[in-house]
């Protein structure tokens, strides 16, 4: 079973910046997608970047430009450089882990591990 731990969640001016970061454990597959996701309040679960083992990446529209998924595979961990935030990026972050899903796309349901969340809030 994969674990995965956020961190890197705060609160923001609206211009600022943020980097979450995403450690994972207990994972032995060659290849896995990880994604992270947002969820505002009172409102659906949504993907925002994934990355695939070999370093591809994939950003949501709302996002392209100003976040930044990396991932350091020494560490197990992955990250969300989120640069110029605004107040519609509040929302709780979760990342996710999956063997299975081929291609960079971030359908929800088939995300089988999920971190806990970081909540980032960003003020105008």
């Known amino acids: 079973q994969v674990i995965l731990v956020e961190s890197g969640g705060g609160s923001v001016q609206a211009g600022g910046s943020l980097r979450l970061s995403c450690t994972a454990s207990?994972?032995?597959?060659?290849?896995?997608?990880m994604g992270w996701f947002l969820q505002a309040p009172g409102k659906m679960r949504e993907g925002v970047a994934s990355?695939?083992?070999?370093?591809?990446?994939h950003y949501t529209d709302s996002v392209k430009g100003r976040f930044t998924i990396s991932k350091d595979n020494a560490k197990n961990t992955i990250y969300l450089q989120m640069n110029a935030l605004k107040p519609d990026d509040t929302a709780m972050y979760y990342c996710?882990?999956?063997?299975?899903?081929?291609?960079?796309?971030?359908?929800?349901?088939?995300?089988?591990?999920w971190g806990q969340g970081t909540q980032v809030t960003v003020s105008s």
């Open positions: 996710a882990a999956d063997p299975g899903i081929k291609g960079l796309g971030l359908p929800v349901p088939l995300f089988a591990d």
């Open positions: 207990g994972y032995t597959y060659s290849r896995i997608l």
């Open positions: 990355i695939a083992s070999d370093g591809r990446t």
